[in-house]
Structure formats: structure tokens, C-alpha cells
């Protein structure tokens, strides 16, 4: 079965800085999809920006982007010009292909400092 | 806009007690999921319906049972509940099965098990 490992429990910015949270999965399969969720102390999951592992280009939404290292089977999640209201817990999570299971990691909680 | 609507937010059982969790979503989404999280171990799927009328396990369907109502409603059930069942448990629907859809989240429901 395909895991994700987020080894960061806790990141911590400086509010307008850039953070960059790490993920890491393991898979034998080439089709797949990688995504990032925010969950705020509200609980409500969000879902931040998605990747689809055929497409080379690295996503962006806005200030979120992600770096893409296939090969590396690696999935980072880079804010830009952080904010106060992205702090939150984030999860990186794997879907095959064909498959309903989506794979969360364990998550990182970003605290942004004023 | 309701989305993913998930009762009760809160509850609390005694071991042995039975509850069934209520989900609907007014999005005429296809999919509907259950996951829960725990605390260090990011969100598990239990069970989930690709379509009206089909149900399937997930990752950690023991002790819990799953009933698709119709296309908007999809209950979790706990028989005999326990305490490692303590957990908060959410709700989730896509348009499809498969590929990057993306999933919308219920504000989840928080469990303790005594």
C-alpha cells in the first residue's frame, strides 16, 4: 500500500516570509495524483493545490506552489508572502489512479508569527 | 451553500453503546467517503461509496458499518462502540471515484468512547 510521510510535525514563519513544508510517499505505480489540504482550528479540510503526476510543470495556485520530484517521489508545498491565516494544519495525501483510497500523511502544523 | 453536512458535531458513548453518524451533501456529488483522524496519524479511510447503491471498505473498516441512503446521504454506524474508536470522524464527497476530483469535507464530528 502506498504511504506518505510528512516529516515535519511543526514548521513555524515569519509572517510575509516563505515556508516550505516537506512530503514524501512511496508508490510502484506511475498514474497517481498528490494533493495538499489545509485544516484550520476550524476542522473544516480545504483543499489547497493539486498535482496530477503525468504533468511535468510544478501547480500553483496563487501563493501556494508545489516542487514535483517524480523520481524522487517528493511533494513540497512551498507559501510565499505567508499570512496570518495560513497557519493551520496541513496534509499531503496520494490517490492512484484508479482507486478511492486517498493516503493522508501525518500532517504539519504551520504556526505564522506576526 | 450547505455542502457537506455531518451530525452530531459532538458526542460522547459509553463502551458497548451503538450511534450512527448522519452525512448529506447537496452537491449531487456521485462519492461519498468516511475517514477518521487521529492524532499522529492523519486522516484513515474506513469506507466509501462510489455511487447510490455501492458501498466498499476502506483502510480500517473494523467495527463500523455504512449505509448509502440514496445519492445524497451516507451514515456510519458504530454497532458496539469502543474505545479505540475514540477518534473525530469525517465525512467527505466527490463528483467521481477516481482521478483529481476534489473532495469537500464536513466539519467533522468529535467522538469520545468512556
Known amino acids: 500500500a502506498q504511504t506518505v510521510t510528512q516529516s515535519q510535525p511543526e514548521m513555524s514563519v515569519q509572517e510575509a516570509e516563505t515556508v516550505t513544508l516537506s512530503c514524501t510517499y512511496d508508490t510502484s505505480e506511475s498514474d497517481y495524483y498528490l494533493f495538499w489540504y489545509k485544516q484550520p482550528p476550524s476542522r473544516q479540510m480545504i483543499l489547497v493545490i493539486r498535482?496530477?503526476?503525468?504533468?511535468?510543470q510544478n501547480a500553483t495556485e496563487n501563493r501556494f506552489s508545489v516542487n514535483f520530484q517524480k523520481a524522487a517521489k517528493s511533494f513540497s508545498l512551498k507559501i510565499s508572502d505567508s499570512q496570518l491565516g495560513d497557519a493551520a494544519m496541513y496534509f499531503c495525501?496520494?490517490?492512484?489512479?484508479?482507486?478511492?483510497?486517498?493516503?493522508f500523511g501525518a500532517g504539519t502544523r504551520l504556526t505564522v508569527k506576526p | 451553500n450547505a455542502g457537506v453536512t455531518q451530525t452530531p458535531k459532538f458526542q460522547v458513548l459509553k463502551t458497548g453503546q451503538s450511534m450512527t453518524l448522519q452525512c448529506a451533501q447537496d452537491m449531487n456529488h456521485n462519492s461519498m467517503y468516511w475517514y477518521r483522524q487521529d492524532p499522529g496519524m492523519g486522516l484513515r479511510l474506513i469506507y466509501y461509496?462510489?455511487?447510490?447503491?455501492?458501498?466498499d471498505k476502506g483502510e480500517v473498516p473494523n467495527g463500523y458499518n455504512v449505509s448509502r441512503l440514496n445519492k445524497r446521504e451516507f451514515s456510519l454506524r458504530l454497532e458496539s462502540a469502543a474505545p479505540s474508536q475514540t477518534s473525530v470522524y469525517f465525512c467527505a464527497s466527490s463528483l467521481d471515484r477516481i482521478g483529481n476530483e476534489k473532495l469537500f469535507f464536513g466539519s467533522g464530528t468529535q467522538l469520545s468512547v468512556l
Open positions: 498535482q496530477e503526476a503525468y504533468k511535468q
Open positions: 495525501a496520494y490517490r492512484s489512479y484508479n482507486n478511492n483510497d486517498m493516503r
Open positions: 461509496s462510489a455511487s447510490e447503491g455501492t458501498t
